[in-house]
T-cell receptor, first 111, second 118 residues
Framework: QKEVEQDPGPLSVPEGAIVSLNCTYSNSAFQYFMWYRQYSRKGPELLMY????GNKEDGRFTAQVDKSSKYISLFIRDSQPSDSATYLC???????????FGEGTQLTVNP | IAGITQAPTSQILAAGRRMTLRCTQDMRHNAMYWYRQDLGLGLRLIHY???????GKGEVPDGYSVSRANTDDFPLTLASAVPSQTSVYFCASSDTFVWAGAVTDTQYFGPGTRLTVL
């Protein structure tokens, strides 16, 4: 079993829709949770960073962590065609430990 | 500021050949990483280096070697390439910062090298 599971999609939504991207993890020691965005033929770039449980909002993006259910979510409001990319969740135990990535979910926002 | 550069952008290689993928960062980050990204498997760590002069094995190190002679460069070598090493390779470096009272880090990725081994 992978430590971080993510539905690869693909997910296709109309412009303006609310998008929900999700991951589950199995390692109870994970404390840091990240979302990376990866455009086609580019390297991943950090989108959101959270520590422990709770929500973090940044513009149209909200990251949510529920440690009790080991569930990580990314919500995108008013989705735009420019949001079309692969979104990868990632987790790690401590500040110096290695990142474990999910497989990534491919999202297409149609104009 | 370029960030992280990787070379070559893409390469087709015959099986059995030796190949070095280059990675250079200009952010003076201490830690650097090599990942491979494959469909259905996501990003997997090959090797890492916490600081110049040190290296460590990641999740899938077999068939790969690295060196870290200085802060900026972190080359990845395939001594004798095999078709299963066909992949997209990403180099990353990490910067530390304080978050929720603890020192943590975030990784910055290069643009990747697409390698095909025939």
């Amino acid at each position: 079993q992978k430590e971080v599971e993510q539905d690869p999609g693909p997910l296709s939504v109309p412009e303006g829709a609310i998008v929900s991207l999700n991951c589950t993890y199995s390692n109870s020691a994970f404390q840091y949770f990240m979302w990376y965005r990866q455009y086609s033929r580019k390297g991943p770039e950090l989108l959101m960073y959270t520590y422990s449980s709770g929500n973090k909002e940044d513009g149209r993006f909200t990251a949510q962590v529920d440690k009790s259910s080991k569930y990580i979510s990314l919500f995108i409001r008013d989705s735009q065609p420019s949001d079309s990319a692969t979104y990868l969740c990632a987790s790690k135990e401590t500040s110096g430990s290695r990142l474990t990535f999910g497989e990534g979910t491919q999202l297409t926002v149609n104009p | 500021i370029a960030g992280i550069t990787q070379a070559p952008t893409s390469q087709i290689l015959a099986a059995g050949r030796r190949m070095t993928l280059r990675c250079t960062q200009d952010m003076r980050h201490n830690a650097m990483y090599w990942y491979r990204q494959d469909l259905g498997l996501g990003l997997r760590l090959i090797h890492y280096s916490n600081t110049a002069g040190t290296t460590g094995k990641g999740e899938v190190p077999d068939g790969y070697s690295v060196s870290r002679a200085n802060t900026d460069d972190f080359p990845l070598t395939l001594a004798s390439a095999v078709p299963s090493q066909t992949s997209v390779y990403f180099c990353a470096s990490s910067d530390t910062f304080v978050w929720a009272g603890a020192v943590t880090d975030t990784q910055y990725f290069g643009p990747g090298t697409r390698l095909t081994v025939l």
